[in-house]
């Protein structure tokens, strides 16, 4: 549970000599009643974990594809609320780890305390909130960490060097590099820089590092993976998904598993 689940996801991977890969779906996108068959099929094609994103009115570091997942799921009336119950009900199937990618307001809405307690009860073993600053992160840190739930931090290609190892330091369940200056969504080429950032960042850093941001095709995932643990893709995988492109899905995993040529 919690934490745990999470680190043993990554051992697993490293044991196997695997990169990770996560995979980011928006929650209610298509409807929640999809939500538990969208993440059995990851599960099955070989996701290490999931991230799942919590609709929202302000995504400021959203790209449009993202932006507009959320909007369909706020058209849904789905809510966060909606999101934990569903999980609760559906969790015992599910085997891999769950991250929730919520902004703050959201997550105030509810209280924090009430916010950790019910992820917790929904078996969410991680949450990713980016705009809360590192300096920020009592107002829920107390709350997660006593539900055993990863507060997984960004890193991002301006931190300085010194602001980076401050963001290692105490980094729990995993690293999340942004390869990107900007918002999410897609990308031409996998840049020199980036190879070059991702090993700095995984010089200072105790926990495994992903890199996510403008990942989208089997290419970018196995260049990734020479310099860091792992590759998170949600742009891609919405488009993915509601292409019923599955076998393309498939090929990304696989690409982080070291399976596929093309
Ligand atoms: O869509 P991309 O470019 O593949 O980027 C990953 C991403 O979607 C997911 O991790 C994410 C969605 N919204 C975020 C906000 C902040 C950090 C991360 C995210």
Do not use: W
Request: charged share 20%; proline share 4%; hydrophobic share 40%.
């Amino acid at each position: 549970m919690g934490k745990e689940r999470l680190e043993q996801a990554f051992e697993k991977c490293s044991q196997k000599g695997e990169k990770a890969f996560i995979p980011y779906i928006m929650a209610g996108d298509g409807g929640l009643d999809i939500l538990k068959q969208q993440l059995l099929f990851l599960q099955e094609a070989g996701a290490d974990a999931v991230e799942l994103g919590i609709p929202f009115s302000d995504p400021v570091a959203d790209g449009p594809v993202i932006q507009e997942a959320g909007k369909r799921a706020l058209q849904q009336g789905v809510s966060l609320r909606g999101i934990l119950e569903t999980l609760t009900s559906i969790r015992t199937e599910i085997k891999i780890p769950i991250i929730l990618m919520t902004y703050l307001n959201p997550v105030f809405t509810y209280g924090a305390g009430q916010f950790a307690a019910d992820c917790a009860a929904a078996g969410v073993d991680g949450c990713i909130i980016p705009d809360m600053p590192l300096e920020e992160e009592g107002i829920i840190s107390g709350e997660l960490k006593q539900s055993g739930i990863a507060l997984v931090r960004l890193v991002t290609l301006t931190s300085p060097a010194e602001r980076i190892k401050k963001i290692a330091d105490g980094a729990e369940g995993f690293l999340y590099a942004v390869t990107i200056k900007g918002t999410t969504g897609a990308r031409d080429h996998f840049e020199e820089e980036t190879g070059r950032f991702l090993q700095q960042v995984r010089s200072v850093s105790n926990v495994p590092v992903l890199a996510g941001f403008g990942i989208s095709t089997p290419q970018h995932v196995r260049e990734a993976g020479k310099y860091c643990d792992g590759t998170v893709v949600g742009s891609k995988i919405i488009q993915l998904l509601s292409a019923a492109a599955f076998n393309e899905i498939t090929d990304l995993i696989q690409a982080a598993k070291g399976k596929v040529l093309s």
